[in-house]
Nanobody, 126 residues
Framework: QVQLVESGGGLVQAGGSLRLSCAASGRTFSNYAMGWFRQAPGKEREFVARITASGLSTDYADSVKGRFTISRDNAKNTVYLQMNSLKPEDTAVYYC???????????????????WGQGTQVTVSS
């Protein structure tokens, strides 16, 4: 079992930045690839970014590529999502998720992740 707790969400103006954190506890964090997803009201949960267990490889949705950066600190059992140049369409609840396929780079389907956090709200005003 892996417990995940997101933090860092909030209200920001368009063009601004936020850094989300996801703290993990339970099983060995470095055994899991980690992903970020988001869900806007009335929409399905969508993939944002993924990082392999080692942190050496990442994958991004086209909508955030060049603006968002995923990273992890295995010593702190934490994964981050740095979000720059935010747009109103980035408004959503952001979730982190853990996947035990630690070496696989591209996994974009939410139902392939094993553990989920409770989410943190990000609101971008225009």
């Amino acid at each position: 079992q892996v417990q995940l707790v997101e933090s860092g969400g909030g209200l920001v103006q368009a063009g601004g930045s936020l850094r989300l954190s996801c703290a993990a506890s339970g099983r060995t964090f470095s055994n899991y690839a980690m992903g970020w997803f988001r869900q806007a009201p009335g929409k399905e949960r969508e993939f944002v970014a993924r990082i392999t267990a080692s942190g050496l490889s990442t994958d991004y949705a086209d909508s955030v590529k060049g603006r968002f950066t995923i990273s992890r600190d295995n010593a702190k059992n934490t994964v981050y999502l740095q979000m720059n140049s935010l747009k109103p369409e980035d408004t959503a609840v952001y979730y982190c998720a853990a996947d035990n396929r630690r070496l696989v780079v591209v996994v974009r389907s939410a139902n392939q992740y094993d553990y989920w956090g409770q989410g943190t709200q990000v609101t971008v005003s225009s």
